[in-house]
């Protein structure tokens, strides 16, 4: 087998062995470095980055087996490979060296063809795992640096909508999550709320996050979906978009794609603090909660299905706005499917009755405080393991 040269270290008490290994290993163009005894062999380790050791078992005051135990307290067999050498043939020897963490071992006297081969072997393995762990470093820095992209398209910590408490978590289940949020104003008292749920997880789910986000924007142009060019007078002028308006945009610019097979469900609700209404949207989303003082709670369900899910002449994506018309001290809880789908380890799921229980009994509590409490029935009933899926929740409660 081929490699590329290596930096090598060979650890041997008999002079003769050693300048016979570094010599023939120099020739076929590696870089050997050479030291007496085990002592030795440990100071030079620890100042050198040696690619590959070649360690006699035999040699007075600190043998062989010390050294390479001593190593492995440092040095895993993936990070520094080390060779047995040995003049016994003795397996037990062999199979003590192999549980002390050795890579490999060879025989005296030497048969250099099989030494050459064997370093040549954990050379190359070495060097695969070396350039294995350098890919998933700089994957794991770009998947750090895309995370924070998308923390930048979450909503301020401090939302000020007069006459409304607005509080949300975000708890992604990997690096990159399918889920987001927002909280947009859209005119002088009137807001739009979303929380939407791309399928899978990963790269791909993420970027279609990304994508979504970027488009529910409140931006006045044709790059948002949340505004719509209407005729009047004469003359187009944009406006803010119905929730169903949105909903049928999204599925007009996301269709069915048998290639990619991604889909999202979505809650898009309008926060109307004028004329005291909240009107939505559901996706294929998980049912919103309305919790109002002294009613029982009210899941508000899907108004169509989730969006790029099936095809168009399938099933139409046909959506309809829903109101609510809103009193003082009302809650509305929107969330994504991590919530109700959290599941014990026997498999039972928390669910939505459970949901509306938890939040109900706390009704009491500040607004915040209720989300901790539900997220941490969540965790407690999911036996401290921590969310499986990305877990997204955005509360609002009228002030007065």
Sequence with gaps: MNSEPGYLLVVDDNEMNRDLLSRRLSKKGHRVQVAESGARA??????????????????PGMDGMEVLERVRG?????????IMATAKTESEDIVKALKLGANDYVTKPFDFPVVLARVQTQLAVKKGRDALAKAHRRMKKDLEAAARIQQTLLPAQEIDIPGVRCVWRYVPCDELAGD???????????TGLYVLDVSGHGVPSSLLSVILSRLMTGVPDSSSV?????????????????????????????????ETFQYFTMVYAILDMERHQFTYVSAGHTPIVHIRRGSDPVLHTSTGPPIALVPAEV??????????????????YLMSDGIPEAHVPGGEEYG??????????????????SITRLLDDVW?????????????????????
């Design 226 to 258: 949340l505004r719509t060019l209407r005729d009047g007078s004469g003359s187009c002028e944009i406006s803010i978009a119905t929730p169903a308006e949105v909903a049928r945009e999204l599925s007009r610019r996301f269709p069915y794609n048998k």
């Design 42 to 59: 440990l100071e030079m380790i620890v100042d050198e980055a040696f690619d590959v050791v070649l360690l006699d078992i035999m040699m």
């Design 180 to 190: 987001t949020l927002n909280v947009i104003p859209l005119d002088q008292g009137i």
């Design 352 to 369: 939505e009755e459970r949901i509306s229980s938890t939040l109900q009994g706390c009704f009491d509590m500040d607004l915040d405080a």
């Design 315 to 332: 099933a139409p994506s046909e959506y309809e706005d829903s109101t609510v018309t809103l009193e003082p001290g009302d809650r509305f």
């Design 380 to 400: 407690d009933w999911m036996g401290g393991t921590g969310p499986a899926d990305d877990v997204s929740v955005l509360a609002i409660e009228i002030e007065g």
């Design 74 to 82: 440092d040095h895993g067999p993936d990070e520094l490979p080390v």
